[in-house]
């Protein structure tokens, strides 16, 4: 995780306890494709479960057992299956669970304000989900800070090492933190999660993203010198522009110890757009690190296979498993939205 007593936020690469996911539900915004979008919930329930303890939230009994027979029809590991009965308005727990900065010895859980991704969304259960998570004990002893901050965990990406990387697009709108100075949010983001230093990224985003270009749909640590970052191949795509100035940036970007990393693209697929006709947010950026093993999100596109191939390149001791996340992206979110893990000095109860 990191060398030092020092606690920053812990990278998604450190082994693990938990990841928790939110189960979707009839009279979510999931309901005209609850089918397929549960299907896709049970691929990422099985291969979490096969490595370590899935945590879901879930609406009141009956959803329970409905979600439990599923799982056992997919022959999930329930006995590394945790449930959390609660309200939640969205199933993005990336944005609404606790972040953990963390060192080798222990661990403390970091509740932010959320606001519904500026105020876009109804959020007030969301905005207490942190909370409820921990009054529940299944995250044992580990103590919880509330930072009076809006700030949500798709947003932020740490090398486990002082780096955070994030974007002046999501940080500096005036939908969060508008009585904050661009100084003060860069102080706020080093103090809270213990960082050293900021790398803003000042172009890139992803047509049909609502949440003012998180970094998760954009660019991503694999290690400490490693970035996979979402690429265009394509100059008659209206995104080729952003993505181009976003690559130009991190070429521009240093390690701590001042050498340039090692980037690896990811070319987003083929436009999918939804019946209304936007365009949706789909990258392969939005992928989820587990232990032994990263959660790949596919398009049934020819650009997955390039994807997986890349990824694996990142993490040579990881499983590779793609996740179809057509139903996913149908609600302007994937893979790494609708997760959030938990490093093993959280110990999941």
């Not at 969060?176 to 080093?190: A, D, F, H, P, V």
């Not at 690559?247 to 070319?267: D, H, K, V």
């Amino acid at each position: 995780m990191t060398s030092s007593l020092l606690s920053v936020l812990a990278p998604e690469w450190a082994e693990q306890s938990a990841v928790l996911i939110a189960w979707p539900y009839s009279k979510g915004d999931f309901n005209r494709w609850l089918n397929a979008v549960e299907e896709t919930y049970d691929l990422i329930a099985l291969e979490i479960s096969r490595r370590e303890t899935v945590i879901i939230v879930c609406q009141d009994d009956v959803h329970q057992k409905h979600i439990r027979q599923r799982l056992t029809a997919c022959a999930a590991n329930l006995g590394r299956v945790r449930f959390a009965q609660m309200p939640y308005d969205d199933v993005w727990v990336r944005d609404t669970a606790p972040l953990t900065l963390a060192n080798e010895q222990s661990a403390k859980l970091i509740d932010f304000r959320f606001n519904g991704w500026g105020g876009k969304y109804p959020h007030e259960a969301d905005a207490q989900l942190a909370q409820r998570l921990y009054t529940t004990g299944l995250l044992g002893d580990t103590p919880i800070n509330r930072v009076d901050f809006i700030l949500e965990g798709g947003s932020v990406e740490s090398d486990g090492e002082g780096t955070i990387m994030t974007t002046g697009r999501c940080l500096f709108n005036p939908n969060r933190n508008s009585e904050l100075t661009r100084e003060q949010i860069e102080n706020r983001l080093k103090t809270s999660l213990g960082a050293r230093r900021i790398l803003w990224l000042d172009h890139g985003y992803a047509e049909g993203d609502d949440t003012d270009a998180h970094i998760d749909t954009l660019a991503r640590f694999c290690s400490p010198d490693t970035i996979a970052y979402t690429a265009c191949d394509n100059s008659n795509d209206s995104l080729y522009g952003e993505f181009n100035a976003m690559e130009n940036q991190l070429r521009t970007f240093l390690t701590s110890t001042g050498q340039p990393y090692r980037l690896i693209p990811l070319n987003i697929p083929k436009p999918i757009y939804s019946e209304e006709g936007d365009r949706l947010p789909a990258t392969y950026a939005n992928f989820l690190i587990i232990n032994e093993a990263v959660l790949v999100p596919v398009y049934d596109d020819p650009a997955d296979s390039e994807a997986l191939e890349r990824l694996a390149d990142c993490f040579p001791d990881r499983e590779i498993i793609g996740i179809p996340c057509i139903p996913l992206i149908r609600q302007y979110g994937s893979l790494h939205c609708m997760t959030m893990q938990f490093p093993k000095t959280v110990r999941v109860t």
